[in-house]
């Protein structure tokens, strides 16, 4: 019992668009954290210990978070691409066993 090609065409497109959103998304985000990095004049800026400037109303963001936040989006993005990628192993495997079980 294999799926029509009309719904594994439909299904892979849809996969590809889900990617691509991904992609688009992750990488927009990590680029508009650095370039924030590096258009706001946070380079000098210290908080007192303990404080985070998103997370304290006195504190401000520092240069350092930012750039530490834009490693994270990057992180987002390979978690993204990671389960993506098991996600079309899953399939792919699955179609060769059960095209395998029907010769």
Same mark, same amino acid.
């Given at each position: 019992?294999? =799926?029509? =090609? ?20 992750g ?13 706001? =004049? /946070? ?5 007192a =210990? #303990?404080?985070? #400037?998103?997370?304290? /109303? ?5 240069? %350092? ?8 989006? #990057? ?8 389960? /993506?990628?098991?996600?079309?192993w %899953?399939? /792919?495997?699955?179609e060769?066993?059960? #095209?395998?079980?029907?010769?």
């Amino acid at each position: 019992l294999s =799926p029509s =090609p009309l719904a594994s065409s439909s299904t892979t497109s849809w996969m590809y668009q889900c990617v691509m959103y991904d992609i688009i998304l992750g990488v927009l985000g990590t680029l508009t954290t650095l370039t924030a990095a590096r258009d706001f =004049p /946070h380079r000098r800026i210290t908080n007192a =210990p #303990g404080q985070s #400037g998103t997370l304290s /109303h006195v504190a401000i963001v520092t240069q %350092n978070e930012m750039i530490e936040h834009s490693f994270y989006q #990057g992180l987002n993005l390979v978690q993204a691409l990671y389960l /993506h990628g098991m996600s079309w192993w %899953n399939i /792919h495997r699955g179609e060769e066993e059960s #095209g395998s079980g029907s010769g």
